[in-house]
Nanobody, 126 residues
Framework: QSQLVESGGGLVQPGGSLRLSCTAS????????IGWFRQAPGKEREGVSC????????KYAASVKGRFTISRDDAKNTVYLQMNNLKPEDTGVYFC???????????????????WGKGTLVTVSS
């Protein structure tokens, strides 16, 4: 069964850091662009960051640029999201997604993903 599994969420104080992981099983990530989305309570799911097939192109939402870093390790079939200087507004469930295509509007094409994980909760609070 092909699936994505997220891990690394938790409770952190404002200004703290977390590293999320997204590991694929049942398929290889080599031919997929991967991204992270998040959904806060009562809000729509939004794109946070994505990385293309070979890791040479990345995109970030304006709200996280300079604080979050996405990377991929295809040998481990895993993509990471390093989140620094976290703010309360970063709170939400973080989902990873994979797609066999990549383009300038990747983070806005929620319905264009091939696989989704079930999410990991990130809570930023003092």
């Amino acid at each position: 069964q092909s699936q994505l599994v997220e891990s690394g969420g938790g409770l952190v104080q404002p200004g703290g850091s977390l590293r999320l992981s997204c590991t694929a099983s049942g398929f290889t990530l080599d031919y997929y662009a991967i991204g992270w989305f998040r959904q806060a309570p009562g809000k729509e799911r939004e794109g946070v960051s994505c990385i293309n097939f070979n890791g040479e192109e990345t995109k970030y939402a304006a709200s996280v640029k300079g604080r979050f870093t996405i990377s991929r390790d295809d040998a481990k079939n895993t993509v990471y999201l390093q989140m620094n200087n976290l703010k309360p507004e970063d709170t939400g469930v973080y989902f990873c997604a994979a797609a066999r295509w990549y383009g300038s509007n990747w983070l806005s094409q929620i319905n264009g993903m091939d696989f989704w994980g079930k999410g990991t909760l990130v809570t930023v609070s003092s």
